[in-house]
C-alpha cells in the first residue's frame, strides 16, 4: 500500500532564501509524481509532474527531482517570495487507476 | 483552453438531506476523480470514471456514489448528510488517468457544510 509522507509539516523563511520541500513513498512501482500548490480554501494548481523515467524537472523558479530507489522527491524553490506562502502536496500515481495517494502537504509562509 | 469547472463552490445542508455535486471536465479529457479534503484525513481517493465507467474506488461508504456521462461531466452524491461529510470537495481531469504525461488538473472545489 503507498504511504506519501511530506517534511517539515511547516516552514517559515524570509524573502530570498531558497528552500527544499521533501516527500517520500513507500512504493517505487509510481507512473508519475505531481507537486501541487493549494492557497487557503483553493483548489490545487499543478506546479510540476516528473514521470517515472525521469529525474527531474524545471519550471522557472521550482526545480522538482525523483529518485524512485530511494523512494524520495524534492521540490526545491529559489529565491523565495512572499506570494510563494501556500501548502504544498506531492502526490504519487500508481496502477492504472484515478487514484493519487497524497502527501499531508508543507504550509511554506514567506516573510517580507 | 477552460480548466475543470465544479459546481456550486458552495453548499450548506442539514444532517440527512442527500447532495449532488457537478464537475465539468476540461474538453476531451475522459477521466473524472474526486477527493474529499479535510484537515483531519487531507486529501482522500473517492472514486474514477473513465469513458463513463467507474474504474477504482476508495475506501468510503456506499452513501458516497458518483457517475460519468457521455460528454465525461461527472456527478457526485451524498445521501444521508453527515456531519463529518463537510469537507472540501475537488475533481480532477485527465486525458488518460495515472499513465497520463499531463498529470491531474483540478478544479477549484466545492465546499460542503453539513449543519
Known amino acids: 500500500k503507498q504511504e506519501v509522507t511530506q517534511i517539515p509539516a511547516a516552514l517559515s523563511v524570509p524573502e530570498g532564501e531558497n528552500l527544499v520541500l521533501n516527500c517520500s513513498f513507500t512504493?517505487?512501482?509510481?507512473?508519475?509524481l505531481q507537486w501541487f500548490r493549494q492557497d487557503p480554501g483553493k483548489g490545487l494548481t499543478s506546479l510540476l509532474l516528473?514521470?517515472?523515467?525521469?529525474r527531474e524537472q524545471t519550471s522557472g523558479r521550482l526545480n522538482a527531482s525523483l529518485d524512485k530507489s530511494s523512494g524520495r522527491s524534492t521540490l526545491y524553490i529559489a529565491a523565495s517570495q512572499p506570494g510563494d506562502s501556500a501548502t504544498y502536496l506531492c502526490a504519487a500515481s500508481s496502477g492504472n487507476t484515478g487514484k493519487l495517494i497524497f502527501g499531508q502537504g508543507t504550509t511554506l509562509q514567506v516573510k517580507p | 483552453k477552460a480548466g475543470v469547472t465544479q459546481t456550486p463552490r458552495y453548499l450548506i445542508k442539514t444532517r440527512g438531506q442527500q447532495v449532488t455535486l457537478s464537475c465539468s471536465p476540461i474538453?476531451?479529457?475522459?477521466?473524472v476523480s474526486w477527493y474529499q479534503q479535510t484537515p483531519g484525513q487531507g486529501l482522500q481517493f473517492l472514486f474514477e470514471y473513465f469513458s463513463e465507467t467507474q474504474r477504482n474506488k476508495g475506501n468510503f461508504p456506499g452513501r458516497f456514489s458518483g457517475r460519468q456521462f457521455s460528454n465525461s461531466r461527472s456527478e457526485m452524491n451524498v445521501s444521508t448528510l453527515e456531519l463529518g461529510d463537510s469537507a472540501l470537495y475537488l475533481c480532477?481531469?485527465?486525458?488518460?488517468?495515472?499513465?497520463?504525461?499531463?498529470?491531474?488538473?483540478f478544479g477549484s472545489g466545492t465546499r460542503l457544510t453539513v449543519v
Open positions: 516528473i514521470q517515472s523515467s525521469q
Open positions: 474538453s476531451g479529457h475522459r477521466s
Open positions: 512504493d517505487s512501482a509510481i507512473y508519475n
Open positions: 480532477a481531469s485527465s486525458s488518460g488517468g495515472a499513465r497520463s504525461v499531463w498529470g491531474y488538473t
